[in-house]
């Protein structure tokens, strides 16, 4: 299937021969992947979602091709977990070069015993491809192409759109809407907002090319190299033998000339060597800003994804980040829906991903300055720095060519319950469930991935088995513990753990307490 | 003591942040006499001769390659 050519026909919809706009609980706008990621996530809960879209076609060219681990183990709870790393490209190791010598690699997933790898590297169009074909599995979900939101009216009971199709205007309601629509968010225009930060002054070139090359499945990043002089490079393998190129430009350079064909293929040459046959599969020029909404809520309309908050690309902070936004807001919106939790459980989505933001801003601002230093002295610590690592390890450390993403642990969130049991280090309240090997009878399988989509608890027996427990404290299975499984919880016979539907800790104790646990759900349901 | 050249802090991303943006907005004259400051401080609280002749040396021999009689010489 080429998602990329596929394209989605408009269809009229009984709501444009309404006689009053029709009412709709939730709205999502934009079918990119944090639009369809919270449509799927709200509509396997048993919402029922519309999608509005101003385009009829999925990603043209790759765009985001890295998604994180716990981006992988959210995709698991959204059914595409195992189409998406089956096509995409495993990898674990990165390789930092200066010049022509490597300075270091690192593993970012050096521990083994992990369903899913560090990273996979897949084009934006086949995880929204996936993601489209499994929304579409979904009777509850109705995506309209072509459909532009024109207008938004911000109410307190309700946000109502208009919408542009090409046979004219029509109105609907929304109890809640979320504006998925990308960077440009045209949502975030028409209500007068902007996203605000810093804006880097340098262009990157995209350049990715097919051919069949002996590089490994590792990240090579280069300062300064033979090939590229004073600037830095950027190597990734994506599937379909297709490897992504990035070539730092500077500032001073027209970003239309530097898309042409015959300015692209000398640079790739120059890296890949005379004889190497390959092909332009897309080109690019990109400048970026890392910004962010003063707030991700004005009432009943929520922004999610590059709307909300923007990013360098190093460090692959952008959709994987978004995909995470959804992840969080799934189960709130859910919850205020039908009723189990108040309006105020959806301040907890602003309280814990603006935080996250900052901090995939702050990480991405930090690697953006070594990699594109913005005075003469910083580019002297940067190139000291360079220098001294490869004989001096400490300096290895201060080299950046991007903090690769994280998931945010929501450690100061109005939704945990702090300790009060004593642990050596384990999952804090906030963290999200770390992956470990479990058993069921004969059958291995993963911790993460049985979790359920809704608060669950789990607590280690005398026989070292994992009880799990639904909210309402009826057992719904029982595992075998691994070792890996008890170090990395920090558990011991009693301990008791607290996921949320998100599957990030709420709570955690020592032994299984019912009130305990009761009073921790409240909390965690803004209570 | 020998100098340390093992990772020895615990950020290394905010103390790097913090040394950037304790340079902004100064000319590159500033900077320099700032760097020398900064260094004089430095040595100060290390305190010992033998650390920091290890410091100048590897900082040297990291810049120019050679030329280590002077410093050497001294020992």
């Known amino acids: ?527 | 003591m020998l100098l340390n050249i093992e990772p020895n802090m615990k950020d290394f991303d905010a103390f790097y942040e913090a040394l950037i943006e304790s340079h902004r907005e100064l000319t590159t004259e500033q900077s320099h006499e700032m760097n020398a400051k900064l260094v004089l401080l430095l040595a100060n609280h290390i305190g010992s001769i033998d650390i920091l002749r290890d410091a100048m040396r590897r900082a040297r021999v990291d810049t120019v390659g050679a030329g280590l009689t002077a410093l050497e010489s001294e020992n």
Request: proline share 5%.
């Open chain 1, 1 to 527: 299937m080429n998602y990329q050519t596929q394209e989605f026909g408009y269809r009229r919809s009984g709501d444009q021969d309404a006689q009053t706009p029709v009412h709709h609980a939730a709205v999502i706008v934009g079918a990119g992947p944090v639009g369809l990621a919270l449509a799927i996530d709200l509509a396997q809960r048993g919402q029922r979602v519309l999608v509005l879209d101003d385009d009829f076609r999925l990603s043209t060219g790759s765009r985001a091709i890295c998604f994180a681990k716990r981006t992988l183990e959210i995709f698991d709870t959204l059914g595409i977990g195992d189409r998406a790393v089956e096509k995409g490209v495993s990898w674990n190791l990165g390789k930092v070069f200066h010049r022509n010598e490597l300075l270091y690699q690192f593993n970012l997933l050096p521990e083994p015993a992990h369903k899913r790898p560090a990273f996979i590297n897949l084009q934006q169009y086949y995880v929204e491809g996936f993601l489209n074909e499994r929304a579409r599995e979904l009777p509850n979900i109705e995506l309209r192409w072509k459909n532009r939101v024109a207008n938004i009216e911000n109410g307190a009971s309700g946000v109502t759109l208009t919408i542009e199709t090409p046979d004219g205007e029509y109105h609907i309601i929304a109890d809640y809407c979320v504006a998925c629509d990308g960077s440009r968010s045209p949502i975030r225009k028409l209500i007068g907002e902007e996203s605000k930060g810093q804006t880097f002054k340098d262009r990157f070139l995209i350049a990715d090319v097919k051919m069949s090359a002996p590089f490994p499945t590792e990240r090579w990043f280069w300062f300064d190299p033979p090939f590229h002089p004073n600037q830095s490079v950027l190597l990734h393998k994506q599937p379909d033998d297709v490897w992504r190129i990035d070539f730092q430009l500077g500032w001073d350079v027209d970003p239309e000339e530097e898309k042409k064909p015959e300015r692209v293929i000398p640079r790739v040459k120059a890296l890949l060597g005379q004889d190497t046959e390959f092909s332009l599969e897309w080109v690019s020029v990109y400048t970026f800003a890392c910004s962010r909404m003063r707030t991700f809520r004005f009432g009943r309309l929520l922004f999610a994804g590059d709307s909300a908050h923007g990013v360098s690309p190093f460090g692959a902070r952008g959709a994987n980040s978004g995909i995470q936004d959804a992840n969080n807001l799934g189960w709130k919106l859910d919850a205020v829906l039908r009723g189990a939790a108040g309006d105020t459980l959806i301040d907890s989505y602003c309280e814990e991903r603006e935080f996250a933001a900052d901090e995939n801003i702050m990480n991405s601002t930090r690697s953006t300055d070594f990699i594109t230093p913005k005075s003469e002295v910083s580019r002297l610590f940067r190139d000291a720095a360079l220098s001294l690592a490869k004989d001096h390890p400490f300096a290895r450390r201060i080299v950046n060519s991007g903090r690769l993403s994280l998931p945010s642990a929501y450690l100061d969130s109005s939704l945990n319950t702090m300790d009060e049991d004593a642990f050596e280090g384990g999952v804090k309240p906030g963290a999200p469930a770390l992956d470990a090997p479990i058993g069921r009878g004969d059958v291995n399988t993963w911790f993460v991935s049985e979790l359920p989509s809704d608060f669950a608890t789990t607590t280690l027996t005398a026989t070292q088995m994992i009880e799990c427990r639904h909210a309402n404290g009826d057992i719904y299975a029982s595992y075998r513990a691994s070792p890996e499984w008890i170090a990395r919880y920090n558990a011991k016979p009693g301990t008791t753990y607290l996921f949320r539907p998100d599957h990030h800790v709420a709570a955690r104790w020592r032994a299984y307490d019912v009130k305990k646990i009761n009073k921790a759900i409240l909390r965690a349901q803004g209570h």
